[in-house]
T-cell receptor, first 112, second 114 residues
Framework: GDSVTQMEGPVTLSEEAFLTINCTYTATGYPSLFWYVQYPGEGLQLLLKATKADDKGSNKGFEATYRKETTSFHLEKGSVQVSDSAVYFCALSVSTNYQLIWGAGTKLIIKP | SQTIHQWPATLVQPVGSPLSLECTVEGTSNPNLYWYRQAAGRGLQLLFYSVGIGQISSEVPQNLSASRPQDRQFILSSKKLLLSDSGFYLC?????????????FGPGTRLTVL
């Protein structure tokens, strides 16, 4: 079945470091891919998305490219800030049902 | 624009007591609606989803139930809470139809069962 695998956390970085959070997927068909962010005590917010191969989603300095050949959607940011500390979820959607398939989430801790 | 509300924001209940959590969406019609639970430090577990009034699909057998009495209202209930029901409950909606199933989340309800 369809699945999403994220790198386990927590990921701890210093401020201004480069960030990569790996996400790979298994899916039949042509899924849409998402990154959501959850700040402490809050609901999830859509961070970025890509709906077809080679699309790049970007928002707030974060980027992710839909790589069909490697079935990946890795999240990157060139210079992280303390305010980026949160849990990041990778998800995919297959249009045949109403659900998103979720990764386990990766907690990111940024130290000043 | 669309907004999603959940209440209460926090709730502390004794074991064996009933539960009712409410979610409402504004600014859209005929949305798909979802209830998720997030245990402490864990990922998202889909509990229920609904594609229309009175239509509920259950993903995980448990002592929780869901209802959709109105188009934009989704209620999560229990007759008798268990300790294991503690967690962060999130309601979400998506546009119907939407090929991408992009979901929009409410602020969540923190439930502690003692």
């Amino acid at each position: 079945g369809d699945s999403v695998t994220q790198m386990e956390g927590p990921v701890t970085l210093s401020e201004e470091a480069f960030l990569t959070i790996n996400c790979t997927y298994t899916a039949t068909g042509y899924p849409s891919l998402f990154w959501y962010v959850q700040y402490p005590g809050e609901g999830l917010q859509l961070l970025l998305k890509a709906t077809k191969a080679d699309d790049k989603g970007s928002n707030k300095g974060f980027e992710a490219t839909y790589r069909k050949e490697t079935t990946s959607f890795h999240l990157e940011k060139g210079s992280v800030q303390v305010s980026d500390s949160a849990v990041y979820f990778c998800a995919l959607s297959v249009s045949t049902n109403y659900q998103l398939i979720w990764g386990a989430g990766t907690k990111l801790i940024i130290k000043p | 624009s669309q907004t999603i509300h959940q209440w209460p924001a926090t709730l502390v209940q004794p074991v064996g007591s009933p539960l009712s959590l409410e979610c409402t969406v504004e600014g859209t019609s005929n949305p798909n609606l979802y209830w998720y639970r997030q245990a402490a430090g864990r990922g998202l577990q889909l509990l229920f989803y609904s594609v229309g009034i009175g239509q509920i699909s259950s993903e995980v057998p448990q002592n929780l139930s869901a209802s959709r009495p109105q188009d934009r209202q989704f209620i999560l209930s229990s007759k008798k809470l268990l300790l294991s029901d503690s967690g962060f409950y999130l309601c979400a909606w998506s546009q119907s139809p939407d090929r991408n199933n992009e979901q929009f989340f409410g602020p969540g309800t923190r439930l502690t069962v003692l």
